[in-house]
T-cell receptor, first 110, second 113 residues
Framework: ETAVFQTPNYHVTQVGNEVSFNCKQT?????MYWYKQDSKKLLKIMFS???????VNETVPRRFSPQSSDKAHLNLRIKSVEPEDSAVYLC?????????FGAGTRLSVL | GEQVEQLPSILRVQEGSSASINCSYE??????FPWYKQEPGENPKLIID?????ERKQIQELIVLLDKKAKRFSLHITDTQPGDSAMYFC????????????FGQGTKLSIKP
């Protein structure tokens, strides 16, 4: 049962372009996240929002910026992508520390 | 901040035997330790977790052990089946309600028929 929806599923772009990924959760959770999973399957937290407020901001390049309009939505914008940004970006929401991941957005930077 | 080390990175076991994955953490304030399973092409899903007030927890064929003194925890899968083949991630959280999970590097488990 999918309750964390991410769009797009895939995105191919060129170095220097701007991309935006969308995430919506229908679970009624207060907290949402963006995780990055690289080609080696390493999962790293990027951002965490609780009720539209940023609560975790890991050391990520400044070209990454999260955007939250309400507690059900958390988007991610990458301004001027770099080759090392190629990865799967996983959105998640949580309840009592259990993460519910979306299907991910696979970004390929050429 | 917290760091979680996970070993082995690759594990191959015979069907029906047991598989064990070990993790260690650094921050003694961590008090929540979940395990996630990620099948090929799928997103990670929680399979079992343990809190710092417990030393052992079992759900069917999954057993997790926690040694707070050594800052280690482990996942044991008994009687492995082909469906157990997947990536497994351990994680630690320093605040149960904060939700900031730090993941280990992952273990690719393959079950040989």
């Amino acid at each position: 049962e999918t309750a964390v929806f991410q769009t797009p599923n895939y995105h191919v772009t060129q170095v220097g372009n701007e991309v935006s990924f969308n995430c919506k959760q229908t679970l009624g959770h207060d907290t949402m996240y963006w995780y990055k999973q690289d080609s080696k399957k390493l999962l790293k937290i990027m951002f965490s929002y609780n009720n539209k407020q940023l609560i975790v901001n890991e050391t990520v390049p400044r070209r990454f910026s999260p955007q939250s309009s309400d507690k059900a939505h958390l988007n991610l914008r990458i301004k001027s992508v770099e080759p090392e940004d190629s990865a799967v970006y996983l959105c998640a929401s949580s309840y009592e520390n259990t993460l519910y991941f979306g299907a991910g957005t696979r970004l390929s930077v050429l | 901040g917290e760091q979680v080390e996970q070993l082995p990175s690759i594990l191959r076991v015979q069907e029906g035997s047991s598989a064990s994955i070990n993790c260690s953490y650094e921050d003694s304030a961590s008090n929540y330790f979940p395990w996630y399973k990620q099948e090929p092409g799928e997103n990670p899903k929680l399979i079992i977790d343990i809190r710092s007030n417990m030393e052992r927890k079992q759900i069917q064929e999954l057993i997790v052990l926690l040694d707070k003194k050594a800052k280690r925890f482990s996942l044991h899968i008994t009687d492995t089946q082909p469906g157990d083949s997947a990536m497994y991630f351990c994680a630690a959280s320093e605040n149960y309600n904060q939700g900031k999970l730090i993941f280990g590097q992952g273990t690719k488990l393959s079950i040989k028929p």
